[in-house]
């Protein structure tokens, strides 16, 4: 299997330590015919843009690099964190309008909506590492969460689900299959995507590869992904990034 493209890549715009321009070379230093600089909302704590109009900014530098990388088509997108129990995005929907793809996920540390999501969303989180039926019980809300924002938000691909906040894999392959959303084999970390890529192939959900970098040398590094899904025999033609 062949991917022609890396739809999550960080920058220093947020906590990435490459510039646009350098990740955009790597991409094409590995043969990719596209890439996705797609920083963290501003929300993320430690980890955001400096505000939502920062993608505007990352928007206008990329546009004035197309003439000096003409085999890479740049993409630019946001990597949108959930702050509420329903499932908002920290970014408003006349900034999401504007970038070329949306992706959201559970990220454990953020400011959130309102102080009680604080309490029933984040810290039970935290707690759900230390009993078994506290782990049951969020994992219900971040999938709850997740659903939310899957309905309610154009959403292109969850970024890594189940990574340290679990969530219900059937349920949101389900919910992303009927939304045209698909569900990230995110390479840059090492946690279990077999029940994903399994649940999304029962479902009928697609799958994204991508590398998550935050560093240049790791845009395009999606072995593991691939090796993955050839393993479990998930379809190509599923793979929004794939050729076929
Ligand atoms: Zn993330
Ligand atoms: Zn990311």
């Known amino acids: 299997m062949k991917l022609f493209a890396d739809y999550h890549t960080h920058t220093t715009y947020s906590d990435g330590r490459g510039t646009p321009a350098e990740n955009i070379r790597a991409a094409a230093g590995r043969g990719l015919a596209a890439v996705a600089i797609t920083d963290h909302g501003p929300r993320g704590i430690g980890i955001g843009v400096a505000g939502p109009e920062t993608f505007l900014t990352i928007k206008e530098e990329v546009a004035g690099l197309a003439d000096s990388f003409p085999e890479v088509r740049a993409l630019v997108g946001a990597e949108a964190a959930v702050i509420s129990s329903d499932g908002r995005l920290d970014l408003p929907e006349e900034i999401i309008g504007q970038l070329d793809l949306l992706l959201a996920g559970l990220h454990p540390y953020y400011v959130p909506d309102r102080l009680g999501d604080a309490l029933c969303y984040t810290l039970p989180n935290l707690a ?41 894999p059937d349920e949101l392959a389900r919910a992303c299959a009927g939304r045209e959303t698909a569900l990230e084999v995110n390479t840059g970390h090492h946690y279990n995507k077999e029940e994903i890529v399994r649940a999304a192939a029962y479902r009928g959900a697609r799958l994204a590869i991508n590398s998550d970098a935050h560093y240049p040398e790791t845009v395009g590094d999606l072995a593991s992904g691939i090796a ?10 599923m793979i929004i990034n794939a050729v076929h």
Do not use: Q
């Open 228 to 237: 993955l899904v050839e393993r479990l025999r998930f379809p190509a033609e």
């Open 128 to 168: 759900a590492k230390l009993s078994r039926s506290a782990r049951a019980k969020m994992r219900n809300a971040n999938t709850k969460a997740l659903l939310g924002t899957v309905y309610s938000y154009r959403v292109d691909i969850i970024s890594h689900p189940d990574l340290m906040l679990p969530a219900d």
